[in-house]
């Protein structure tokens, strides 16, 4: 979980945030469903119920915007521009999931994010390929010179075989 909070010494502080913001701007054009709840009394996200309610909100996201510490967006068809000024923002990268914590109500949490997950496609073409391996795990670096991009990729036995298997001969 990526942690950004207001009026914290936390020296990532500055960095959770601008990973966040460049989350929240990726979001644009994308489905997204908006929930708010109730924090319980413990304020544990895994104790909410997150099942779909009533005024549970889904709808393509326009202009997601991060200005200061705010949030702004739009909804498809409308004008009115909307924000939120979060007191903290809790990203979970893994389930594309933000969840904010609204300064005027403290008592509320809103989850924001995709059904499914985005993958970020990094894409090299005619790559410089090295390979080595150790005693269990083969490395594969796929380099591109012109773009000075390197994946790096960690493969286990089974995943090593598993390539081989699907490369043609």
């Known amino acids: 979980m990526i942690i950004w909070q207001q009026n914290t010494s936390d020296p990532n502080n500055p960095d959770n ?3 966040i913001k460049q989350w929240w701007a990726n979001l644009k054009g994308k489905e997204i469903a908006f929930a708010q709840r109730l924090l319980g009394e413990t ?3 895994k104790e909410i119920d997150w099942e779909p309610q009533k005024f549970d909100e889904n709808f393509a996201i326009v202009a997601p915007e991060i200005r200061g510490i705010t949030l702004y967006w739009q909804k498809p068809d409308s004008e ?6 979060p007191y903290k923002l809790a990203l979970d990268i893994t389930a594309q999931k933000l969840y904010v914590y609204p300064q005027t109500q403290q008592q509320v949490v809103i ?9 970020q496609t990094v894409e090299i073409e005619d790559p410089l390929i090295v390979g080595t391996s150790t005693q269990d795990k083969y490395v594969l670096l796929l380099r591109d010179r012109q773009k000075q991009v390197q994946v790096k990729i960690t493969l286990g036995s089974e995943s090593l ?7 043609p001969e």
Request: aromatic share 4%; net charge positive.
């Open 80 to 85: 009115r521009e909307r924000n939120l000024t």
């Open 43 to 45: 304020g544990n996200l």
């Open 161 to 167: 075989a598993l390539l081989k298997k699907s490369l």
């Open 111 to 119: 989850r924001v994010g995709t059904e499914e997950i985005i993958y």
């Open 17 to 19: 945030l601008a990973i």
